[in-house]
Nanobody, 123 residues
Framework: QVQLVESGGGLVQPGGSLRLSCAAS????????IGWFRQAPGKEREGVSC????????YVADSVKGRFTISRDNAKNTVYLQMNSLKPEDTAVYYC????????????????WGQGTQVTVSS
């Protein structure tokens, strides 16, 4: 069974850092894109970042560019999101999701999702 499990969320002060992990099981990353999305209360789910093994492409949203970095460890079948210089507006539930071959910024394009991990940026 395909499974995606997020971890690494928590409470952090503004300006702090967190590293989120997305551990994949039931498949390998070879032919898939893994995207990070977030959803704050009262807002739509938005694409944050994505990485594809199929064509080597990456995507980073303008709102987090220069602060967030996506990476993967194929040996561990895990994708990471390093988040630096965190702001209160980054507070949200963060999800990872799987899509065949290529990246997308649209949640409906992703067929498998994790349960999410809460990130709260507050003093």
């Amino acid at each position: 069974q395909v499974q995606l499990v997020e971890s690494g969320g928590g409470l952090v002060q503004p300006g702090g850092s967190l590293r989120l992990s997305c551990a994949a099981s039931g498949f390998t990353l070879d032919y898939y894109a893994i995207g990070w999305f977030r959803q704050a209360p009262g807002k739509e789910r938005e694409g944050v970042s994505c990485i594809s093994n199929s064509n080597g492409s990456t995507y980073v949203a303008d709102s987090v560019k220069g602060r967030f970095t996506i990476s993967r460890d194929n040996a561990k079948n895990t994708v990471y999101l390093q988040m630096n210089s965190l702001k209160p507006e980054d507070t949200a539930v963060y999800y990872c999701a799987r899509r065949r071959n290529y990246c997308s910024v649209h949640p409906p394009a992703f067929g498998s999702w994790g349960q999410g991990t809460q990130v709260t940026v507050s003093s």
